[in-house]
């Protein structure tokens, strides 16, 4: 018997956090970093918000509260769903939680037993694969090609799917790749999904990007499609069209009060209930008229970077980088730049043990963090498994258009450095 639960092995982590040692170990040697690496609008939440919270705050309404969320936010949420989805919703049905990641631990441990199948776009969210190994269920990544941008089709869908099929996960607009599925997409999959699936298979669908699409996109989910409601967890938040990161405000809409009640359950065991005067703030976030225009400022904000960031990025040798749909991530294809400066090379001659741990657009990420000041993140980062040849890195937008041009002129000296990345490699033993 060990100190540590096996289970540990199959955890992995999300490292647009876990590079933050890295960045810190930069900054402690006077390196100006240019943190492109965590998905956190670099815009405050708006002042309409935080007066509801500290009013809240200061009358006293600081107690525990209904571990499944506070009645007014989740009657609020579930009239969002209704009149942006087009379903019927109900308060019953909706779990406020701690942020958007509790729903997705939630559904694991609610659907997810070991060797049932999980389905998960790759790369996609890293916290899908995840929990995937981590309950000792079977990945089965759905690999997302950038000649279509990152979106996928039906059939693509249905060569993943196998009667061991328990859950599939559909993330729109997309993390990392700012892929969106249309309607057209979502009609099609939610047919293969009534056609090849039982009514037990469950979909998870990550929408925590709805409100934030550009060139006049609408956002479509798999919950309007007929059939699917009633499959469907859905779940969104605050942290990203909402500007609203550290106030941990997020929220899953269950097929039934009967599946919400579980997720209550789960509340009650690991986080007791989120704090009530951040709800009332996260209610007002749906409720206020002002709220439209802040959400619709900050969007265009978004979109004006990434109108100058494509073609940018496109223009250095070595880099093909696809015009996002949405949310607030560029991921270029960076196989030229490895190539360039000899990273491919210099990852095949690493000892086995090494060699599987790094990729090449991992060693590229260290080394413009270090030699740079640019903090990125690689694509293995966004689910490893079968992502082997794949050389991508994601840049988060949400930084002023001051870093980002910055930023990329780094890049371009960078990608133009084959002496510094072979200096690099020798000097930092990172590898």
Not at 42 to 49: G, T, V
Request: hydrophobic share 40%; with cysteine; charged share 20%.
């Amino acid at each position: 018997m060990g100190l540590l639960a096996k289970r540990l092995e199959g955890l992995g982590t999300e490292n647009a956090f876990k590079l933050g040692d890295d960045i810190q170990r930069c900054l402690d040697r006077g390196i100006d970093v240019i943190k492109f690496n965590l998905g956190a609008p670099d815009f405050r939440s708006a002042p309409h918000l935080n007066r509801v919270a500290i009013e809240h705050l200061e009358a006293g309404n600081s107690g525990y509260c209904d571990p499944a969320g506070i009645l007014p936010l989740r009657e609020a949420i579930a009239h969002h769903v209704e009149t942006t989805r087009g379903i019927e919703m109900t308060a019953d049905r909706i779990v406020v939680t701690p942020g958007a990641k509790p729903p997705i631990s939630y559904t694991f441990q609610t659907y997810v037993d070991p060797g049932d199948e999980v389905v998960y776009p790759s790369p996609g969210f890293p916290i899908y694969e995840s929990w995937v190994t981590f309950v000792g269920a079977t990945p089965v990544p759905l690999q997302l090609s950038e000649d279509r941008g990152f979106a996928f089709s039906a059939d693509d869908l249905a060569a993943c799917l196998t009667e061991r099929t328990k859950l599939i996960i559909l993330c729109s607009p997309s993390n990392p790749t700012g892929g969106v599925l249309s309607r057209d997409d979502l009609a099609g999959i939610a047919g293969v999904i009534r056609e090849r699936c039982s009514p037990d298979v469950r979909i998870y669908a990550d929408e925590i990007y709805e409100h934030i699409l550009f060139d006049g996109e609408k956002h479509h989910s798999i919950a309007s499609e007929p059939g699917m409601a009633e499959r469907t967890i859905l779940a969104s938040g605050h942290s990203k069209g909402f500007a609203m990161t550290g106030w941990r405000l997020g929220w899953a809409a269950l097929p039934s009060p009967e599946e919400a009640a579980i997720f209550k359950q789960l509340n009650i065991n690991i986080v007791s209930c989120v704090p009530p005067f951040l709800q009332e703030g996260g209610r007002a976030a749906y409720e206020d008229p002002a709220t439209a225009a802040t959400v619709a400022d900050m969007v265009s904000q978004f979109e004006k970077r990434r109108d100058w960031v494509v073609p940018a990025l496109n223009a250095l040798e070595g880099v093909r980088c696809q015009m996002p749909k949405g949310a607030f991530y560029v991921f270029p294809n960076v196989s030229g730049v490895c190539e360039r400066l000899g990273i491919v090379e210099a990852h095949s001659r690493l000892p086995g043990a090494s060699r599987a741990r790094a990729t090449p657009a991992g060693m590229l990420q260290m080394f413009l963090l270090y030699r740079y000041g640019v903090a990125t993140m690689d694509r293995a980062s966004f689910g490893r498994i079968g992502s082997e040849g794949q050389h991508f890195l994601r840049l988060s937008i949400a930084n002023s258009m001051d870093d980002i041009q910055r930023g990329v002129a780094r890049l371009e000296t960078a990608f133009d450095d084959a002496a510094g990345f072979e200096a690099f490699l020798a000097e930092e033993g990172l590898f």
